[in-house]
Structure formats: C-alpha cells, structure tokens
C-alpha cells in the first residue's frame, strides 16, 4: 500500500509539472485545481483513525478545496513578479485580475484554507495537538498576507518560497493529530 501512495504522489507531481498552458489559458483555475490538489487526496486515509467512508469522503473534499484556495493564494503572489510581463503579452493572471486587490484576496483564500483543513482534520478524528499545531501556518499565513507589497518582487518571492513551511507545518499538525 505505501508502494501504491508514493507512485500515487510522484505521478500527481510529475503531473502537475508537465502542465503546459497557453497565455489564453492563465488564470485557468479548474487546470490548475486538477493537476496539483489532487494529491491530497492521497493523504487521507493515512491520517484518517479509522476507515469510516463518510468522514473519508468529507476529510478529502475539505483537504482538496483547502488545496485549492492555498494554491490560489500562493500562485497569485508568485504572479505577481512579472506582472507587467503578463501585461505586455496578454497573459490573463490572477496577480491581474486581483491587482491591488491581492492582499484581501489572499486573506480570504488563507482563511478559508485553513478553516477547510481544520474541518478535514475534524472529520478524519485527528486529536487535540493537531489543532494546536495549527496555529503555526496560521500564523505563517497571516504573516503573508500582513507583510504583502504586490511592487517588491523579492517580498513575493519570499513570501512564496515561505510556503514551503507552511505546507511542512500543516503535515505536522495533521501527523501529530494522529498520533
């Protein structure tokens, strides 16, 4: 079984990378939704207590749609180094559409992010310290979005690359909920 979930995994990754769109498609969110949130999927019968199928299926649409909403989140402040790029090409991104507008669409995807995985944690029966631990990329999170300047490319990029951190936070949460 621990075979089956890493091919899973790899495939979803090497997936996702080999993504390819056109300036017409950007923002496409339902491409994006489908080729790197699937993953999470994987997840959760390895978090879930016991193999009840109803609060399986209700952790997994909580822990994919929280998948999205960060990945809108995250994408939308990467976007935003190359902006005017995207301007002068005609690329349709989401640092575009939001613009100055990032900073509350980031609040609102961070916070349903983490709304939606505490609800996918509460329906696989992960304990108390897993929810503690949250707070933790809670507070990663906010840090995004109190500290976002959508002019400093560098603060973008960082601010991105801090995902990182938060996804490693989320997966010790949900592993310490387990325990």
């Not at 009840?52 to 990467?78: C, K, Q």
């Not at 609040?107 to 503690?132: E, I, P, Q």
Request: glycine content about 6%; proline content about 2%.
């Amino acid at each position: 079984m621990h075979e089956e979930m890493t091919a899973a995994m790899q495939w979803n990754c090497l997936d996702g990378l080999s993504m390819e769109a056109t300036a017409r498609d950007i923002p496409n969110l339902a491409a994006m939704a489908s080729r790197f949130a699937p993953g999470t999927i994987i997840a959760i019968p390895y978090l879930a207590n016991e193999s009840d199928a109803d609060r399986l299926d209700a952790a997994a649409a909580a822990l994919y749609l929280a998948a999205i909403l960060w990945i809108l989140g995250y994408d939308t402040i990467y976007a935003h180094q190359d902006r005017e790029d995207d301007t002068l090409v005609g690329v349709k991104s989401t640092a575009r559409l939001f613009g100055a507008r990032t900073r509350e669409m980031a609040a609102v995807c961070y916070s349903g992010t983490l709304l939606l995985l505490l609800l996918a944690m509460a329906a696989a029966g992960l304990h108390f310290w897993g929810y503690v631990l949250m707070l933790l990329p809670a507070g990663l999170l906010a840090w995004q979005v109190i500290t976002l300047d959508i002019d400093d490319q560098a603060r973008c990029l960082a601010l991105f690359k801090l995902n990182r951190e938060v996804g490693l936070a989320v997966a010790l949460a949900m592993l310490v909920g387990r325990l």
